[in-house]
């Protein structure tokens, strides 16, 4: 299966609140087990764009396949059929155009995708564990070059909270919803930081 490179200087709209819906729902109706939900692909198209390596410079099929488990015979599983693969296909490439856009354009009023959660007392709490979790699927893509990142500095400092949500040995694993608010709170003025220091170098 043929696909295409991101291409950051492409004329791809960014998603509309009802296509990033439709999106959701696309991904939501696939048969795999391992189809990334709409959080963890945000995370992972976060994790893509800051990158060590930068993205515009992988092949498509060497990070597209991820979101819904992976290619498997016969085509073109998981999807129903070419034409919905496609599409799932070009709604990604715009919701990570859109991320691109947001962060460049107008940081300020980029929101990434976070999980809602609710209290015995109906108190509402933000969960970033699945877009963390998906952040962390894009490291292990290329881990040794991601590696210097997590070992000290700024950049530590920026995906701490990211590894304390998302991984299997996180810290806040079995935390309270406030303790996992807190963390995910911090992870957008970490990503817009990362991402500044990312165009400078």
Known sequence: MNYP????????????????????????????DETMNIEALDGYLAALLL????????????????IWG?????????????K???????????????IATA???HPDGWEPIFSQATDEEGQDYTDAEDWSAGFLAAVELAPDDW????????????LA?????????GLLTNAS??????????????MLAMWAWRQRG
């Open 70 to 82: 992976g290619d498997r015979e016969p085509e073109p599983a998981p999807f129903s059929s070419g």
């Open 84 to 98: 919905q693969r496609k599409k799932a296909v070009m709604l990604v490439l715009r919701h990570l155009h859109s």
């Open 51 to 66: 990158a060590p390596k930068p993205l515009p410079s992988l092949p498509g099929a060497d990070w597209l396949p991820a």
């Open 161 to 169: 909270p990211i590894v304390a949500l998302g991984s299997v040995e």
């Open 103 to 105: 962060w460049t354009q």
């Open 177 to 190: 919803l406030a303790e996992r608010d807190a963390a995910s709170r911090l992870i957008p003025d970490a």
């Open 147 to 158: 590696a210097p990142w997590f070992e000290g500095g700024e950049t530590e400092e920026w």
């Open 5 to 32: 490179h991101y291409n950051p200087a492409s004329d791809n709209r960014p998603l509309s609140d009802d296509e990033l819906n439709e999106l959701d729902d696309l991904l939501a109706e696939l048969p795999a």
